[in-house]
């Protein structure tokens, strides 16, 4: 069966709201997808019909086993293009996610798997997140931290962002941060909890409670 853009995309929001362990509300869904919660609330009803969802009342939104392949099939693709943007058109990794987003809807089975063997089967995107296979299963996951939750003299090195917003990955870019760039936590400043970094042993940089927050790191070793 095929499923319309929007329906794809609320699966999608569903997805990634449930991945985040709080109970994923109509208001939750309106603010991500900038819509009104009646419009939620309709949409819902319209998937639950598909049996794509489950809704309780009060409890939240989850999908169903149909609904999670739907979403990882979309999150695979989009997250595939955003490889081949970056890596064979050139795009930085601030434009991809607005371009994948368009691309992420294409239906062909055949060219997203030609497009994961013309890639060379990567693992991640260019954000560090995980792309599921052709059955939906995450098989590289890293086990990793935020960079504010991090420890003063240890070294870490950048695996993911939780924000792919295009304002922040350019600020990431001005001060020389990006997937694989070493991190040192030199000092962490108790009036507004921003830290004192060093980039990869050479530049010392101030960044926010906030940026910290959507750095995602591992613990770095040489052999890495």
């Not at 309780?56 to 081949?84: C, N, P, Q």
Request: aromatic residues 8%; neutral net charge; proline residues 3%.
């Amino acid at each position: 069966m095929n499923y319309s853009r929007a329906e794809e995309n609320y699966l999608k929001t569903i997805y990634h709201l449930s991945e985040k362990g709080d109970n994923v509300t109509t208001n939750a869904i309106a603010e991500v997808l900038s819509t009104k919660p009646a419009s939620v609330s309709d949409m819902i009803k319209k998937l639950d019909s598909k049996r794509l969802v489950n809704y309780v009342k009060y409890k939240g939104v989850t999908l169903t086993d149909d609904g999670r392949k739907i979403a990882l099939w979309v999150i695979r693709k989009h997250r595939l293009w955003e490889v081949f943007l970056l890596e064979k058109l050139k795009f930085n990794w601030d434009e991809v996610h607005e371009v994948a987003e368009q691309l992420e809807h294409i239906k062909s089975v055949p060219m997203i798997e030609r497009l994961d063997e013309f890639l060379g089967y990567p693992k991640f995107d260019p954000h560090g997140d995980p792309i599921p296979d052709a059955k939906g299963n995450f098989n590289h996951q890293v086990i990793s931290l935020k960079l504010s939750e991090c420890k003063r003299g240890r070294q870490y090195k950048v695996v993911s962002v939780d924000d792919s917003n295009s304002t922040f990955l350019q600020y990431l870019d001005k001060v020389g941060i990006g997937i694989g760039t070493t991190l040192k936590i030199l000092d962490a400043m108790a009036f507004d909890n921003s830290l004192e970094i060093e980039v990869d042993s050479r530049n010392r940089k101030i960044v926010s409670q906030q940026v910290s927050e959507n750095i995602l790191v591992c613990e770095f070793h040489s052999k890495d």
